[in-house]
């Protein structure tokens, strides 16, 4: 099975206005502790999962590129000690597109990093504003320029789907991504995120996002331009050139091993032969304390039964182009996906026009048609209700 090691950063410059994700924005941060606590962590995942091959690292956040580079190193370095790691592992970091961040590039190379995601969002000044980014469309241009120079592979972010966005206005700048771009894009569709101030202002209606079918529109626009381009989405927000996909993302996706290490990480690993889920502690100096005292910064571990590894490996699954094959849920339900799915809604489905009929598959597949990769929740829903 595969296996790959998540490592998240949780802090940030400033606190973006849509962004719910772990991310702190702190005064100070003792980066002496910080390299302990993750050493230490690391060093007790590997006496777990000893005889793993690490195929791929990912340095998630938060933003990581604010790392020091050395310590992004000596993570790799202990990961290199701990493990065997594949010759050609992936190690991917997140990057913010400001001039700081991108001094750093090389140095973030020469650390062992080939693969930077950068946070681009738009390429709009007055959206970078609105989304409370500190970078210009030009700074950006230039991070993913110096990046495509230095690492052996590249990716970046946009979100769409924002307050007064035409159809017109997201095709053009979808080019000059194209045009910008390596083989990788995230492409990610405006959330209002509870707890974040979006969501209060939203609330307020101090601004509005595309209503349904816009948003629709929004989506067919963004297929049709990728697509032309050879760069089909091979997941819900993921598009690559064949070849170039987040081979980390896969292991999340395709229901592999993954080492969760930092705050609020998760993870999923096998233990003779029953997998487990794993959280670590949220807050940064939780996590930081738990595992100064203790060995690691797990807050709980959850023994999986199979329904629920059956369940999260569908819906893991489902948001890939590629789909589900039923050889890979059949160790989760006695060889047998109809024991746990309906077959009158899985038929429903089919009839219905949003999933592929498997009968006529040579490997049995649970897939959604074009037509229900853009419904996949209400989809998923209605299958395993
Ligand atoms: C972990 S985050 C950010 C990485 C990096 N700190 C940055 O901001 O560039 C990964 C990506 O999630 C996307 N994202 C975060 N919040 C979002 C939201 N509310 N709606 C849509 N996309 C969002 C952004 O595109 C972001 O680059
Ligand atoms: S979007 Fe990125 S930079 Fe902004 S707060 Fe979230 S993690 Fe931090």
Known sequence: ???????????????????????????????????????????????????????????????????????????????????????????????????????????????????????????????????????SPDQARFAISEAQKIFDRTSFDLIYARPNQTVEAWRRELDEALSLSKGHLSLYQLTIEKGTPFFTRHARKEFTIPEQDLAADLYDVTQEVLEQAGMPAYEVSNHAVLGQESRHNLIYWQYGEYLGIGPGAHGRVVLDGQRYSTRDHRAPDIWLERVSQTSNGLQGQEALTLEAQFQECLMMGMRLRDGVPVSRLEPFCGGNVFSLLDRKSYDHLVTGGVMEDMSFMQEKTLRTTPQGFKCLNAVLGYLLS
């Open 1 to 135: 099975m595969s296996f790959g090691i998540y490592i998240h950063w949780p802090f940030c410059k400033s606190k973006c206005p849509y962004c719910d994700f772990n991310s702190h924005v702190s005064q100070s941060i003792d980066i002496e502790l910080w390299r302990a606590a993750y050493l230490k962590s690391l060093a007790y995942g590997a006496g777990k999962t000893p005889d793993r091959i690490v195929e791929s690292v990912f340095f998630g956040g938060g933003t990581p590129s604010l790392m020091p580079p050395d310590l992004v190193a000596d993570i790799l370095a202990a990961i290199q000690r701990h493990w065997r790691v594949a010759n050609d592992w992936e190690v991917t970091l997140e990057a913010n597109p400001t001039s700081f961040e991108i001094e750093k590039f090389e140095a973030f190379r020469a650390a062992g990093v080939n693969r930077v995601s950068i946070g681009v969002q738009s390429l709009y000044e007055g959206d970078l504003k609105f989304l409370g980014r500190e970078h």
